[in-house]
């Protein structure tokens, strides 16, 4: 090879070495993009079922459940450093289930769990999108059962306005710095109908208080039917006023929990649920906990209900959890609360027992 030729070839092997010396750790200085998901099924049993057209018990069921523990789902989530303290956020996550590989656990949209983009910073942080409302986030963190899918919180939840406040569309938010334990977080919800501002409206709020072991949750919402939400695979804008507080006690390897919620739903419940229970890590790798809920009707006290469960969740490893699941529910009136958000949302009048055994990986 001639020399002038090496030379010229040395030249343009130096550039890109260097830029790739350069540029290579400034980018995974400044920006990252983790995947995530959770995989997760289970066998599920209850005594009774409903049938959705009578509204009377169709006879006990065996059958494979999807997200018996945590909704199955993927996504990717994101952060680019701006300097100043100031970072770029963003989150898409999608619901799926393992039951069929269909969509699953969400609005029914590709990523209809949360697809938001943000900023945050020592300030706080403001999101834009798909986003869960600071009234869902405040009772998850005072649920005993951390809203699974077995036997806890969630059930009343999507019993009473199914998946609104939880997958909330078109949403602007803002959460504040945590300042001597306190903790504040508002959104709005823009409905998304030309010449209508109020169809399909939504607000949220809610404020923590954080001491020591400690912890009290309070949040609102209120929101209006209609809206370009009530157009998607699952419309999330049930009208509804909703309101909670709860509080949050952990000591060594217990965690104790209380709670109580309003959910009323226009021109039907007026549902008031009132729930404890408790957490206890009996090895690094074992965990118990067990909780109830009460629901009343106030606008019919025949209207009520009682689940109970419990779960026992043993750790593999640091990814993979087997779990089993017992719990029961009593319906009276109109109520029909169910055991599993999957194949046993709504159960009839009477006494419902079920067993959920599974495992969950996470990745």
Known sequence: MPAGHRNRVGIILGLVGAWALSAA???????????????????????????????????????????????????????EDLGGGMRTIFMLESGISVANGSLGNSNGNLFGRQAWVGIDSRYGNVKAGLQFSPFFLAIYDADPREMGYFGSGLIPYLNNVYVTGLFNPNGISYTSPEIGGLQASGMFAFGGSAGN???????????????????????????????????????SVVAFWGRTLGARYSFDNLTLKASYTQYKVAGSFNNRVYSGGASYGITPALNIDAGIWVT????????????????????????????????????????????????????????????????????
């Open 25 to 79: 750790p400034h980018a995974d200085a400044l920006s990252s993009v983790t995947l995530f998901g959770i995989v997760d099924g289970s066998l599920l049993y209850t005594s009774k079922t409903l049938n959705a057209t009578t509204g009377q018990n169709a006879g006990h069921q065996y059958s494979f459940t999807d997200s018996g523990l945590s909704g199955s789902r993927f996504g990717m989530r994101g952060v």
């Open 197 to 235: 501002f109020q169809a399909g409206r939504q607000y949220s709020g809610s404020v923590r208080y954080h001491f020591g072991g400690l912890t009290l949750d309070g949040g609102l919402y209120s929101g209006n039917a209609g809206g370009s939400a009530a157009s998607i695979a699952i419309p």
């Open 296 to 363: 009343r009707d106030a606008n019919d006290g025949s209207n009520n209900s009682i689940l109970a469960s419990s779960g026992l969740t043993y750790s593999l490893s640091k990814a993979t959890v087997t779990y089993a699941q017992v719990g029961f529910v009593t319906n009276h009136g109109r109520m029909h609360t169910g055991l599993s958000v999957n194949n046993a949302l709504n159960l009839p009048t009477g006494t419902t027992a079920g067993v959920n055994v599974g495992i969950r990986h996470t990745f």
